[in-house]
């Protein structure tokens, strides 16, 4: 792997942090309050293909590498990090259908998904089913015209403007309820019912839903190809959600060391300003160096998505827990160099410090990431 990026893929995140300052910038208040609509503003993403940057030409998108969707990522979240977690879910289901769909449904959903015209989510997790995902209990039953799916999922992302979901069940079809992973049409709002956004900590800009499947209808094309594993597929999906959410977090954290030393030169105290002090230099040379450090891992695990996939899942659990760590204490560093200033809701670092811890916790927590690479260790 080249650890430093093309002159090319350099130019492209000029072209991204130029995007993001003057589109995502000034509705950073709006898309977290849900003033501004976050549906209308994904569709435009879509339209300006930033939705489509990793899916082949042939199927609408820009055909670009994996690594370009997660540096557009870091630089739109370094102004709204909760759009990082919309994105997570939509582009999971993206990567899913790229890998493991049929023709069919590459044909049919990714130009849509790539435009913004279907919005894509996650409805992995249930009120016994986080990290345990085998234990889910929503259920797909063979009908007359295909499938039945029943169950109620909780924490999913984009749940109200979804129009497809990547849904996790157990098969009831065969003797050993085996996992079912299918495309499910969130269309019909008497199958699919959706409660209102989640109250919550942070990424607030973020839809998040509980969603019941009642009797929702699901054709037996719209079922992910048996001869790949359930399994298997629900953790490709969590990984590329992981690691988009990691790219999130960088962004975040660069966009508080930006914050942070825009304040110290500033900020005058004891006839100087703050940052000629060596505790605040020694804050923003820690904040900067990690913050290299976890820009490294996720670009390490984004190439290895396509450059080296046995290992994808093992980066992807680091970059996610690191990333995540290291937004949000250093976020917390740079709001302690604001001051008293960070503790206002007018100043991006609290809403920064907010939003990274909530990176900790979503799409898997920290100590699942460390599980998981402890069990890969086979110690």
């Known amino acids: 792997m080249i650890t430093f990026l093309s002159s090319a893929q350099e130019a492209i995140i000029e072209k991204y942090m130029a995007f993001a300052a003057e589109s995502v910038a000034p509705l950073v208040k709006g898309l977290e309050t849900h003033s501004v609509c ?10 300006k293909g930033f939705l ?82 085998k234990a889910v209990t929503s259920s797909l039953q063979r009908s007359a015209d295909g499938f039945l799916l029943n169950g109620k999922k909780t924490w999913v992302v984009n749940g109200e403007l979804a129009g497809l979901a990547l849904v996790l069940s157990k098969n009831l079809d065969g003797e050993s309820a085996a996992l ?14 959706c409660s209102g956004d989640k109250g919550r900590l942070g990424l607030r800009s973020a839809y998040v839903n509980n969603v019941d499947f009642c009797d929702c209808k699901v054709s037996a094309e719209n079922l992910i190809d048996a001869k790949f594993n359930a399994e298997e597929v629900a953790v490709f999906a969590m990984d590329v959600a992981k690691t988009i959410l990691a790219a999130a ?10 914050a ?28 900067s160096t990690e913050l290299e450090g976890s820009r490294l891992q996720v670009l390490r695990a984004s190439w ?60 898997g927590t920290s100590e699942a990431q460390k599980m998981q690479l402890v069990d890969l260790l086979e110690i």
């Open 180 to 193: 079912a992973i299918s495309l499910v049409d969130c269309s019909d709002k008497e199958q699919v019912q």
């Open 38 to 47: 976050l549906k209308d503003f994904m569709q435009n993403l879509g339209q």
């Open 260 to 287: 942070a030393v825009e304040h110290a030169r500033k900020r005058q105290q004891f006839g100087t300003n703050i940052g000629q002090f060596q505790g605040v230099q020694w804050k923003l040379a820690d904040i």
């Open 249 to 258: 977090a960088v962004g975040l954290t660069s966009g508080a060391l930006n």
């Open 52 to 133: 489509g940057i990793s899916v082949p030409r042939e199927y609408g998108g820009q055909g670009n590498p994996f690594i370009f969707t997660a540096l557009f990522v870091e630089a739109v979240s370094s102004h709204e990090a909760g759009l990082g977690l919309s994105l997570a879910n939509h582009y999971a289901l993206m990567e899913v259908v790229k890998k493991f769909g049929s023709e069919t449904q590459k044909s049919r959903y990714l130009p849509l998904l790539s435009r913004g015209e279907l919005l894509g989510t996650l409805a992995f997790s249930e009120e016994t089913a986080g990290t345990d995902y």
């Open 304 to 363: 290895s998505m396509e450059g080296e996939p046995e290992k994808f899942s093992t980066y992807a659990a680091m970059c996610k827990w690191f990333a995540a760590r290291t937004a949000r204490f250093h976020s917390g560093e740079a709001l302690q160099i604001m001051g008293a200033v960070g503790l206002s809701d007018d100043c991006p670092l609290e809403k920064f410090y907010r939003d990274a811890k909530a990176m900790e916790i979503c799409l």
